[in-house]
């Protein structure tokens, strides 16, 4: 059964979403990320995608304590990304109770230190952030394009021990249009042992029941949930 991990993105402590990755085009949906957590939780969902876009931004970790609260009164299984930039960083996001960490900015720009976690915390605790932007990785919030191939790139860090990667279509993201299925179709070929988490684009519960199909390992689901075109309710059925 496909993973449902429901996002919540954090700027100045709320719950924000963003549409294509555009600081400009924010909607705050909740002042208070723990009491949205306690809906996820009380609605039988297990995990949390937490991002802190300021971190993202800031290049280094900032809502930290938005992650130590939701860690300390849900028992959620959080993974985090944003702005996790050195070793103090990861170290303070686990304390904070992080359970995996999502690197993607590191991994392209400081290969070494992306690889010393890899071999410090495991592949099972760091998953590598893969977004793409017409199959080239983007980076630093996806301000920043690159000429890196998406496939080269993930296939070059499972051969190195990455066991999980979370992928955003950059194009799709925020724009409730429906996953990018070809980029985790290509992914999936490349890579046939790679846990995937798709995440950008998902806009119904057709786009998960097709993603489950395929096989795809998790989703991630924002907007969607916020826009209630997915209810929670819709998302029991994958909780049993």
Known sequence: MIEIIPAIDII????????????????????????????????GLTRLHLVDLDGAKAKKVINWKVLEKIAGKTRLHVDFGGGVQSDDDIRM????????????????????????????????KIILGADAKQEKIAVSGWEEGTSIWVYDFV????????????????????????????????MQDKC?????????????????????????????????????????????KFTV
């Open 12 to 43: 100045e402590g709320k719950c924000v979403r963003l549409t294509q990755g555009n600081y400009g085009q924010k909607t705050i949906y909740n002042e208070n990320p723990l009491e949205v957590a306690l809906q996820f939780e009380d609605a």
């Open 192 to 236: 046939p042992d790679l846990k995937i988490i798709a995440s950008g684009g998902v806009s119904e519960m057709k786009d998960v029941e097709k993603l489950e199909e395929m096989g795809i390992y998790g989703v991630i689901i924002g907007k969607a949930i916020y826009e209630n075109r997915i209810t929670l309710s819709d998302l029991q």
């Open 93 to 124: 996001v686990f304390e904070c109770g992080a359970k995996q960490v999502t690197g993607g900015s590191i991994a392209v720009k400081q290969p070494d230190l992306f690889e010393h976690w890899l071999s410090a915390y495991g592949g099972e």
């Open 155 to 186: 296939e070059a860090y499972v051969e190195k021990g990455v066991k999980y990667t979370i992928s955003t279509d950059v194009a799709k993201d925020g724009l409730l249009q429906g996953p990018s299925f070809d980029l985790y179709k290509n």
